[in-house]
T-cell receptor, first 112, second 115 residues
Framework: GENVEQHPSTLSVQEGDSAVIKCTYS??????FPWYKQELGKRPQLIID?????GEKKDQRIAVTLNKTAKHFSLHITETQPEDSAVYFC???????????FGTGTRLLVSP | DVKVTQSSRYLVKRTGEKVFLECVQD?????MFWYRQDPGLGLRLIYF???????EKGDIPEGYSVSREKKERFSLILESASTNQTSMYLC??????????????FGSGTQLSVL
């Protein structure tokens, strides 16, 4: 089955810096890669996603890149703000098993 | 606005008790899911359902069962609760769009403690 690894597990940055979270997946058949943000005590929410036919996608300060050959994808947050502090989960959708497989999460802390 | 409602935010149960976790969604979504969230382990899929009365095992189904008698409701059942089932349980739903299960909408979660 699919296996998704996510790094780092924790990330501390200063406000205004950039943050990068990386994920790798094992099954080349996976074709949809969402990112979820979970603020403390709240539910995970989808913030951006990318399909396997696209190499990069941007939405204001966040972007996701996908390298199908290397089977890894990354979340990039620019000009970080304290409200970006949260746990971020990557995931890969496995078409064979018809389910999302999540990474273990990255706790991002943005200090003012 | 999309809404997935879990019946309890916090729940404390005794070892051996039968536990029901309820989830209701109001978006007419076909797909519903139960995950458990543990520190350092991320979100792990317990069971999911693509339709009424249909269920599929996820990655960690042992010790759990589910029920989906109506489209909007998906219940997770712990037949005999054990301490290793202490966890945050998250329900989610998604529309069946183009055959892909995408854009999960999560409930607020139920923090279950088994003593």
């Amino acid at each position: 089955g699919e296996n998704v690894e996510q790094h780092p597990s924790t990330l501390s940055v200063q406000e205004g810096d950039s943050a990068v979270i990386k994920c790798t997946y094992s099954d080349s058949a996976s074709n949809y890669f969402p990112w979820y943000k979970q603020e403390l005590g709240k539910r995970p929410q989808l913030i951006i996603d990318i399909r396997s036919n696209v190499g990069e996608k941007k939405d204001q300060r966040i972007a996701v890149t996908l390298n199908k050959t290397a089977k890894h994808f990354s979340l990039h947050i620019t000009e970080t703000q304290p409200e970006d502090s949260a746990v971020y989960f990557c995931a890969a959708f496995n078409t064979g098993f018809q389910k999302l497989v999540f990474g273990t999460g990255t706790r991002l802390l943005v200090s003012p | 606005d999309v809404k997935v409602t879990q019946s309890s935010r916090y729940l404390v149960k005794r070892t051996g008790e039968k536990v029901f976790l309820e989830c209701v969604q109001d978006m007419d979504h076909e797909n519903m899911f139960w995950y458990r969230q543990d520190p350092g382990l991320g979100l792990r899929l317990i069971y999911f359902s693509y339709d009424v009365k249909m269920k599929e095992k996820g990655d960690i189904p042992e010790g759990y069962s589910v029920s989906r008698e109506k489209k909007e409701r998906f219940s997770l059942i712990l037949e005999s609760a054990s301490t290793n089932q202490t966890s945050m349980y998250l329900c989610a739903s998604s529309p069946r769009t183009g055959g892909l299960n995408e854009k999960l909408f999560f409930g607020s979660g139920t923090q279950l403690s088994v003593l």
